[in-house]
């Protein structure tokens, strides 16, 4: 299977996966991640990934980024494939075209949440945007915020402070892998209400690792993988939605 219904979109392409695979291993201990997954993310769109624990939606998410290297197939990132990237060019791209938010925050402690947002754009010796900047510090609220060190914040605040780190250099981008996963649910909206908002007021595409389905109700389509492979998309979800989805899968999982 080299394609999947799932891999046209009509608007322009941020990010491609073709006949993608990932393999773990070998003979007996072979593990297969990812199988022959093909699929577009839309520039200005909101995409979650799903599926269950092992479907290969961390490892979809990670070898699209950059983060992980794959074993056949292709992933373009705009009009750059990545697997012609030696290491310091792989590096420089994550850099300069990709925005990052994990479930952990990853604060620098020493830095206060102004330097910490900076920070990538300090190390690659490029001065941010200052209007951009301002903007992206105003939608997440962090304006009273940017002396304070990480210690000095709430979960829900430092998260803001990755959220405005990764859209500060205004990247092609951005990658989010369970990024409200260590947060209450009052914070966890907040954070994808500013990702939500990025989306709708400043054209940022945002691609989603999560396992819940109030989070992926946020996204403009949610794409469900077992397997390995990509078995279903939603578009316009709705947290009912994707939970009656997700329970198939908890079902055919108990019966296979």
């Known amino acids: ?7 046209t979109r009509a608007t322009a392409v941020a990010a491609r996966a073709t006949d993608l695979s990932k393999v773990y291993g070998q003979g007996e201990t ?4 990812l199988d022959h997954v093909s699929v577009d993310f839309g520039q200005g769109e909101f995409t979650a990934i799903m599926g269950p624990s092992g479907s290969g939606k961390s490892t979809l998410m990670h070898c699209v980024a950059g983060l992980d290297s794959f074993s056949s197939g292709s992933v ?33 402690p020493t830095l206060t949440a102004l330097e910490n947002i900076t920070l990538p754009m300090d190390i690659a010796g490029r001065k941010p945007d200052k209007r951009w900047l301002e903007q992206v510090i105003e939608m ?3 304006s009273g915020r940017l002396g304070h060190r ?12 990755a959220v405005a780190r990764a859209l500060a250099s205004q990247p092609e981008i951005i990658f989010g892998d369970e990024p409200t996963g260590n ?26 690792v999560t396992h819940d389905p109030v989070a992926a109700s946020y996204a403009d389509r949610v794409i469900f993988l077992a397997d390995g492979r990509i078995v279903d998309e939603m578009l316009r979800p709705s947290a009912e939605g994707v939970l009656d989805r997700m329970k198939d899968f908890d079902a055919k999982g108990r019966t296979s």
């Not at 299977?1 to 891999?7: I, R, S, V």
């Not at 072979?30 to 991640?33: D, G, L, P, S």
């Open 76 to 108: 373009r990132l705009g009009e750059t494939e990545l697997s012609t990237l030696k290491d310091k060019q792989l590096t420089k791209l994550r850099r300069d075209k990709i925005g990052f938010i994990f479930q952990a925050f990853n604060l620098l």
């Open 140 to 142: 997440v609220g962090l």
């Open 183 to 208: 947060l209450d649910s009052r914070s966890g909206a907040e954070v994808l209400g500013f990702l939500r908002n990025s989306v709708r007021d400043l054209g940022q595409t945002v691609v989603m």
């Open 150 to 161: 990480p210690t000095e914040l709430s979960g829900g605040q430092q998260q803001r402070v």
């Open 1 to 7: 299977m080299t394609t999947t219904p799932y891999a």
């Open 30 to 33: 072979q593990v297969v991640a």
